[in-house]
């Protein structure tokens, strides 16, 4: 999403929601792109640091779509509690 910063100033609490659920907000002076808000776990990621295990599930890292699990369509096998 692109926002005029006139706009991202009245909108602020918008331009937060859309960066925190993961979509870049970039903010534009006379047509030209000068600032972009984007989610701090995807920050912390981009910088190198280390990011929090909960942060990294909420947002999940650019180039990440693959992480797909497939739920294993077998029976549980049986288990002997008695032992």
């Known amino acids: 999403m ?4 006139q706009e991202a100033k ?11 659920s993961g979509e870049p907000q970039f903010v534009t002076k006379h047509g030209v792109e000068v600032a972009v808000l984007i989610d701090i776990a995807e ?5 190198g640091e280390a ?3 909960i942060d990294y599930l909420r947002v999940s890292p650019s180039g ?20």
């Open 2 to 5: 692109r926002w005029q910063v």
């Open 10 to 20: 009245q909108r602020f609490s918008e331009v937060l929601r859309a960066a925190e």
């Open 43 to 47: 920050y912390r990621h981009l910088r």
């Open 51 to 53: 990011v929090s295990f």
């Open 64 to 83: 990440d779509d693959d992480l797909e699990f497939e739920r294993r369509r077998e029976l549980p096998r049986d288990v002997d509690l008695a032992g």
